[in-house]
């Protein structure tokens, strides 16, 4: 069998980096990585779209750190350096967990370079002064959450006008938390004359509009469908009112050695976990209302060990990087189809066996189907023994309340507007019913694009 080193020394990496990925154990390069290193360290720009756990992260840090490796060896052999706050790559990224997660791969894959490339992680939650004294003299590679870096850039600590490469990382996440302003801002002080390497897993309209104006002659790579073989997805029905029973007996059944579980809220987090702990399962858990150090302290104690249970908003769904993490359950479904891939897709990472079990009451019936159809996928749906759910919806729940007539587009405005109005009566009585008026909106706007079509 070929050593790891020489395979991806096929690639082109240099034998500094080869060695380094033989150390980590990296047998051999990913079907992301064999389409994506060749043509980034040619310069290439790159529009990829992969899932998570896919070796996306190595397949745009190797090259480029090879990149500047090489472009530095070669302007120190001429002249020396320009000096200053300025930085050669810039590594955009959405959330803090995120941006840890890219730096620290820079910091590892480029151990064994000398003299070593400077790396810079920018993110919220921590002292921006401390941020900025690490900026000083500039930086070979910033990693960087949009807002932090503009709070950085209008305090004159870093300039982007000599950025040589540019990497959006999950740039549909960047998008969807809003951060599209400020993704703005920062491309108009980047210079037109750069290669960019753009990685999302879904594509969205306005994504590709932006795409379409950043990438010049991207080289293409569509490798979604990669690594799904080995995650296994499964489907319980059960009634809302049994899900935490349903949830603390499967913990208790199966003896899971590490569980990520998602909700929706801060609060049904923390709800969720005094459960847990009333059943005897010790859970923590983790979203933003946590300071930036318990973040980090709870993150360390979950991929170590020390934590086999972590209750998590969807701020983890793209932040958690664990090998082998063997379950991921949605206690609650994401609002955004997209996020279920993003969830589901910590578990069953580079090859590894993993499941995603979600937990359905009658009010996400709909919303899971829909679910299913922007994902292309097909589950069967499963009873759990002993919680199976009952046959019908209770007498409160969104999918009974009374659908109003949504008319098609081109009738009048007298009866187009009857119709909103009915639909914003009935969204309030979910409201009044304690039901999720979010999750009422959604059966309302899939009513209305099923008559629509009808029509």
């Known amino acids: 069998m070929p050593q790891s080193d020489s395979l ?4 082109g990496l240099m034998p500094a980096l080869c060695t380094r990925l033989a150390q980590l154990q990296y047998v051999q390069p990913t079907p992301v990585q064999t389409q994506i290193i060749p043509a980034a360290l040619a310069g290439k720009d790159v529009l990829a779209g992969a899932n998570t756990g896919s070796g996306k992260t190595a397949a745009f840090v190797l090259p480029l750190l090879q990149r500047l490796y090489q472009a530095k060896h070669s302007t120190q052999a001429v ?21 840890q997660q890219v730096a620290a791969s820079c910091e590892s894959y480029g151990q064994d370079l000398a003299p070593k490339l400077k790396v810079t992680c920018v993110q919220g939650g921590v002292s921006v002064n401390s941020q900025m004294l690490a900026l000083r003299g500039g930086s070979d590679v910033i990693v960087a959450t949009p807002g932090r870096l503009l709070d950085l850039i209008n305090s ?3 300039k982007l006008d000599r950025v040589k490469s540019l990497v959006l990382d999950e740039a549909d996440r960047l998008l969807s938390l809003g951060f599209a302003d400020e993704l703005g801002a920062l491309l108009k002080l980047l210079p037109k004359q750069k290669q960019t390497l753009l990685f999302s897993a879904t594509f969205p309209e306005e994504l590709n509009e932006l795409t379409a104006r950043l990438l010049h002659q991207p080289h293409s790579v569509q490798l979604q469908s990669e690594q799904q073989s080995t995650l296994v997805q499964r489907v319980f029905t059960v009634n809302k009112r049994e899900k935490a029973q349903v949830l603390s007996h499967l913990l208790k059944a199966k003896n899971w050695s590490q569980v990520l579980i998602f909700a929706n809220a801060k609060k049904t987090c923390d709800r969720l976990a005094q459960k847990l702990e009333k059943a005897g399962i010790k859970a923590q858990v983790f979203h933003s209302d946590k300071g930036q150090g318990a973040r980090n302290r709870i993150l360390t104690g979950f991929k170590i060990g020390e934590i086999d249970v972590l209750i998590a908003t969807d701020i983890a769904a793209r932040g958690i990087d664990i090998d082998k993490l063997p379950v991921v359950i949605n206690y609650e479904l994401p609002r955004s189809p997209a996020d279920y891939m993003h969830r589901i897709g910590r578990s069953g990472r580079a090859g590894a066996a993993g499941l995603a079990l979600s937990l359905i009451s009658h009010d996400e019936y709909q919303h899971f189907k829909l679910i299913e159809k922007k994902n292309k996928l097909r589950l069967p749906r499963e009873q759990y023994a002993g919680f199976e759910a009952d046959a019908e919806a209770p007498e409160d729940c969104p999918s009974r309340l009374a659908k109003p007539e949504i008319p098609a587009p081109g ?10 109005s009915k639909a914003t009566d009935t969204v309030a009585s979910a409201v009044s019913s304690n039901q999720e008026p979010l999750q009422a909106a959604q059966a309302l706007v899939e009513d209305a694009w099923a008559n629509w079509k009808k029509k």
């Open 8 to 11: 991806f020394a096929s690639l």
């Open 79 to 99: 002249k020396s350096p320009a000096k200053g706050n300025y930085v050669a790559c810039l590594i955009l990224v959405p959330t803090r967990e995120l941006a």
């Open 156 to 158: 004159n600590a870093i």
């Open 411 to 420: 009738m009048g405005k007298k009866k187009r507007k009857k119709a909103v």
